[in-house]
């Protein structure tokens, strides 16, 4: 069921909340909005869905530590979740966050500067390859609901790796990125852990080949709360709308309820909108 965001936003009884922020602690998903009312952060019951969500897309604002500032210029936003003035401690030049142009000297964003590495992460059968900061590997691939990855190799900045990252992408024919509904068609499946180790041993003994790389033994993700294989097809639906039923699982940016079937929505869309509790 779906609603226009002129019914959403005159909705009886719902809550207004600003969705600010969506993340993964461990194993554990986190969704924080910011109370139109009360002015303060609450967190969704990620146990069930009974909310409604607008098309339209504001700055979610920073934190400083745990205190929250929302935007003061509220200012609508598209590609990013902030604007460049509520990002501008946190990342000084918004390109350089997916591709970098410089080591640092130019942005003189710390992130530019440090150790990154490339990956290899595995969706089931489906390979992509990435890049990111080396302190932070399995954070990220948690974030973006992979199977197992396995690290291809350490750069001294984050342009050295996205370099590497476009070789490799290249050169083994492997995809930076996958469509949504292929990663959703996965789900109907439990992680072929035996394939992903062949299918990594294979792409190992390729990059050493290749690019002299040393690639490392495969590693499992295998804490989400999902349980696979999920018992039909899930159906994507779109961020805007209003979306109801009892989450069965969330992975990577995606949270499912059942409602009619197995319902997918893209999680990680909804911070900068403005969500109603009902």
């Given at each position: 069921?779906?609603?226009?965001?002129?019914?959403?936003?005159?909705?009886?009884?719902?809550?207004?909340?600003?969705?600010?922020?969506?993340?993964?602690?461990?194993?554990?998903?986190?969704?924080?909005?910011?109370?139109?009312?009360?002015?303060?952060?609450?967190?969704?019951?990620?146990?069930?869905?009974?909310?409604?969500?607008?098309?339209?897309?504001?700055?979610?604002?920073?934190?400083?530590?745990?205190?929250?500032?929302?935007?003061?210029?509220?200012?609508?936003?598209?590609?990013?979740?902030?604007?460049?003035?509520?990002?501008?401690?946190?990342?000084?030049?918004?390109?350089?966050?997916?591709?970098?142009?410089?080591?640092?000297?130019?942005?003189?964003?710390?992130?530019?500067?440090?150790?990154?590495?490339?990956?290899?992460?595995?969706?089931?059968?489906?390979?992509?390859?990435?890049?990111?900061?080396?302190?932070?590997?399995?954070?990220?691939?948690?974030?973006?609901?992979?199977?197992?990855?396995?690290?291809?190799?350490?750069?001294?900045?984050?342009?050295?790796?996205?370099?590497?990252?476009?070789?490799?992408?290249?050169?083994?024919?492997?995809?930076?990125?996958?469509?949504?509904?292929?990663?959703?068609?996965?789900?109907?499946?439990?992680?072929?852990?035996?394939?992903?180790?062949?299918?990594?041993?294979?792409?190992?003994?390729?990059?050493?080949?290749?690019?002299?790389?040393?690639?490392?033994?495969?590693?499992?993700?295998?804490?989400?709360?999902?349980?696979?294989?999920l018992d039909g097809k899930p159906v994507?639906?779109?961020?805007?709308?209003?979306?109801?039923?009892?989450?069965?699982?969330?992975?990577?940016?995606?949270?499912?309820?059942?409602?009619?079937?197995?319902?997918?929505?893209?999680?990680?869309?909804?911070?900068?909108?403005?969500?109603?509790?009902?």
């Amino acid at each position: 069921m779906f609603v226009t965001a002129d019914r959403l936003m005159s909705a009886n009884g719902g809550r207004a909340y600003h969705a600010v922020t969506f993340y993964w602690e461990g194993y554990t998903p986190h969704l924080l909005l910011y109370s139109l009312k009360e002015r303060v952060i609450e967190e969704l019951d990620l146990t069930s869905l009974s909310i409604g969500i607008s098309d339209e897309q504001m700055c979610t604002g920073s934190f400083r530590g745990e205190m929250y500032r929302p935007c003061p210029f509220r200012r609508h936003v598209e590609g990013f979740d902030q604007c460049e003035f509520c990002s501008r401690t946190l990342i000084p030049i918004q390109k350089c966050l997916f591709d970098p142009i410089c080591d640092g000297e130019i942005c003189g964003w710390d992130l530019c500067r440090r150790e990154h590495s490339v990956y290899i992460a595995f969706y089931g059968e489906k390979a992509k390859v990435g890049m990111t900061s080396s302190v932070r590997i399995s954070e990220r691939l948690i974030e973006q609901g992979a199977d197992a990855y396995i690290v291809a190799g350490t750069f001294p900045s984050r342009r050295a790796a996205r370099e590497m990252e476009k070789r490799i992408g290249s050169g083994l024919g492997i995809p930076q990125t996958h469509r949504y509904i292929e990663i959703l068609d996965e789900l109907q499946f439990a992680p072929n852990f035996s394939l992903i180790d062949e299918r990594a041993s294979v792409i190992s003994s390729v990059l050493w080949e290749k690019f002299g790389l040393s690639p490392s033994p495969v590693t499992r993700l295998e804490g989400y709360p999902i349980a696979q294989p999920l018992d039909g097809k899930p159906v994507y639906t779109d961020v805007t709308g209003f979306h109801e039923g009892r989450i069965v699982g969330v992975k990577g940016k995606v949270i499912l309820y059942r409602k009619d079937g197995i319902k997918a929505l893209n999680i990680a869309a909804v911070p900068s909108r403005i969500v109603h509790v009902l």
